[in-house]
């Protein structure tokens, strides 16, 4: 019982590190963003912890790998300077 307590305890200042990086990183967005996906992949370890498994491949494919690849695809285009 104590085990999941600290390791969910752990998981939630991890949690809350990550999304500080994401919104209050001045250095880079790349920097950013790989933060604001470690959040979500923490999130989905977290579903898993609660014993919801479908939650947590939902948070895992869309949240932390899908939403992750669209922010880098987008930020190398307007990098580029395309529009379309």
Do not use: Q, Y
């Amino acid at each position: 019982m104590t085990l999941s307590i600290g390791m969910g305890l752990l998981l939630s200042v991890a949690m809350v590190v990550s999304a500080i990086m994401a919104t209050r990183g001045k250095r880079s967005l790349g920097i950013s963003i790989l933060a604001a996906g470690l959040a979500s992949l923490l999130a989905s370890v977290m579903f898993l912890l609660l014993a919801a498994p479908d939650v947590a491949m939902t948070e895992a494919a869309i949240g932390s790998g899908l939403t992750t690849f669209l922010f880098f695809f987008v930020l190398g285009r307007v990098r580029r300077g395309e529009h379309d």
